[in-house]
């Protein structure tokens, strides 16, 4: 199994970009789908986007939909999320999760293994 670590966030001004990244460093993310979700102050979490790591396939959030990019990364066996046009309503703690098999869902429940979080501000 993989315990997803998040890494990358901080503070950035609207409009700016910024990439946050997933890694574990004992266990490879093949055959695995990795998700982003983040949670703002005092809302739910909410899915960002995921990625089939074995085909690369990605799916996106409307509200994340052409300002945000993920990929994998296979030398650090890294899930990175490029952010860019940043808004202040971007602001969250952002979380990696990971699910074992194909099915490239954002559906929040079918993730088993989660970070710890990594926190996003974005300044107006």
């Known amino acids: 199994q993989v315990q997803p670590v998040e890494s990358g966030g901080g503070l950035v001004q609207t409009g700016g970009s910024l990439r946050i990244s997933c890694a574990d460093s004992?266990?490879?993310?093949?055959?695995?789908?990795v998700g982003w979700f983040r949670q703002a102050p005092g809302k739910e979490r909410d899915s960002v986007a995921a990625?089939?790591?074995?085909?690369?396939?990605?799916r996106y959030a409307d509200s994340v939909q052409g300002r945000f990019a993920i990929s994998r990364d296979n030398a650090r066996n890294a899930v990175h999320l490029e952010m860019a046009s940043l808004k202040p309503e971007d602001t969250a703690v952002y979380y990696c999760?990971?699910?074992?098999?194909?099915?490239?869902?954002?559906?929040?429940?079918?993730?088993?293994?989660w970070g710890q979080g990594t926190q996003v501000i974005v300044s107006s």
């Open positions: 999760a990971a699910r074992v098999g194909s099915v490239l869902t954002r559906n929040e429940e079918m993730y088993s293994y």
């Open positions: 990625i089939r790591w074995n085909t690369g396939d990605a």
């Open positions: 004992e266990s490879r993310f093949s055959d695995y789908v």
